[in-house]
């Protein structure tokens, strides 16, 4: 019979919240597993710990390290039946801390996604290559399988969160596999038979502008002449427009708008005069004696107006522009008041615009009424 061991052997391990539940249920089973070797097991609810220590009857020395290797995956949520399996000689396992490969959190679930695939095929085909159980879970990768397995499941880990996909190391771990079946080539160089995958470096698109560099050696302190942008305020401040009253200021524009506006109307008066025909203002030959003089054709008369306005509006500028409006009115004042004179004379008092109309629709009547008289005499 061997002696028990001289000294006590415990190990403790955490667990998260979440575990409790399920650890309640299942500790009965870890127990019995456990006091078949010799180990005493405690599950703490307070401090949410498990631990394992050795006992009188524990032999083999090396079943304390395989219970603390059980706790550990019970508690990175292996199932406890898969986890008993760890108690077994040919049964290794290794869990692989992959938190702190990846800074950026996006990132990280991506490349972790990977590595497990869509729908889980990625990570069943490597567990089918090794003959390793594989479960990714939070920042761990946990695997329990042979040395051999725990070794290449650990390559492809840390390859695939440093952005080498899984399937090019899954393609060599396929084609090993059949070599190694191969009796004739099991025991020769394959270097020959492995795939050899180039790398490529994928240029990124470069962002638009200047580079950190340029922009530090092009850097001063001062800011620059244009940093500020003349306001609507300091233009009329510069232009001295800011200053005037605002009868000032909408008189100003009145005259600007009614140059323009002349300039332009004596431009296209001139454009269409030359495209029309001349006409003819000689008189006419002495052989024909009392010939009259050929009156000018509208296109000429239009252009004479034109040559006699544009020049003085062109010379005088704006002022000479409101001097002559000016004077048409005076000119219509003074016909309206000539018209209104010679129709009071003519009646013999002063009569209106109504006087007229009704005048006018009284004549009409009588010249019906005599229509009708001539109709009745025929009749």
């Not at 869509?118 to 990570?123: A, I, K, R, V």
């Not at 795939?195 to 620059?224: I, L, W």
């Not at 004479?304 to 002022?319: E, F, H, N, R």
Request: glycine share 6%; net charge positive.
């Amino acid at each position: 019979m061997p002696a028990p061991l001289l000294e006590e052997s415990s190990f403790a391990v955490l667990f998260p919240q979440y575990r409790e539940q399920y650890l309640r249920e299942v500790w009965a089973m870890v127990t019995r597993a456990l006091k078949t070797v010799g180990i005493d097991c405690e599950l703490n609810l307070v401090e949410g710990s498990m631990t394992v220590r050795t006992t009188r009857k524990t032999v083999d020395p090396y079943i304390i390290i395989k219970s603390r290797d059980l706790i550990k995956l019970l508690a990175r949520s292996i199932p406890v039946k898969q986890a008993l399996r760890i108690l077994e000689d040919d049964c290794q396992c290794d869990i692989i801390k992959i938190g702190g490969i990846v800074r950026n959190r996006e990132r990280f679930v991506k490349r972790r996604q990977r590595l497990v695939g869509t729908n889980g095929e990625t990570l069943k085909a490597l567990e089918l290559l090794t003959s390793c159980y594989i479960l990714v879970q939070g920042n761990t990768v946990s695997v329990m399988g042979g040395y051999k397995g725990l070794k290449q499941v650990r390559r492809v880990v840390i390859e695939c969160m440093k952005n080498i996909h899984p399937i090019y190391n899954l393609k060599m771990l396929y084609v090993q596999r059949k070599l190694a079946a191969d009796p004739q080539l099991k025991d020769e160089n394959w270097e020959r038979f492995l795939p050899h995958f180039k790398k490529k470096n994928v240029q990124r698109k470069k962002r638009k502008g200047k580079s950190r560099a340029e922009r530090d050696a092009e850097y001063t302190p001062f800011p620059p002449a244009n940093h500020v942008m003349p306001s609507k305020v300091d233009k009329q401040i510069e232009s001295g427009e800011y200053f005037q009253s605002e009868y000032e200021r909408k008189t100003q524009k009145m005259l600007e708008k009614r140059s323009n506006s002349a300039a332009k109307s004596a431009a296209r008066k001139a454009a269409r005069a030359d495209s029309a025909p001349a006409g003819d203002d000689e008189e006419a030959a002495a052989a024909g004696g009392g010939k009259k003089r050929k009156r000018a054709s509208p296109a000429a008369a239009a252009a004479a107006a034109v040559s006699s306005t544009a020049a003085p509006a062109a010379a005088d500028g704006v002022d000479s522009m409101l001097k002559k409006l000016a004077q048409r009115k005076k000119a219509k004042a003074s016909t309206g008041a000539a018209i209104s004179s010679s129709a009071a004379g003519a009646t013999g008092a002063t009569a209106t615009l109504g006087d007229f109309v009704d005048l006018e629709g009284g004549a009409e009547e009588f010249t019906k009424k005599k229509k009708k008289k001539k109709k009745k005499k025929k009749e």
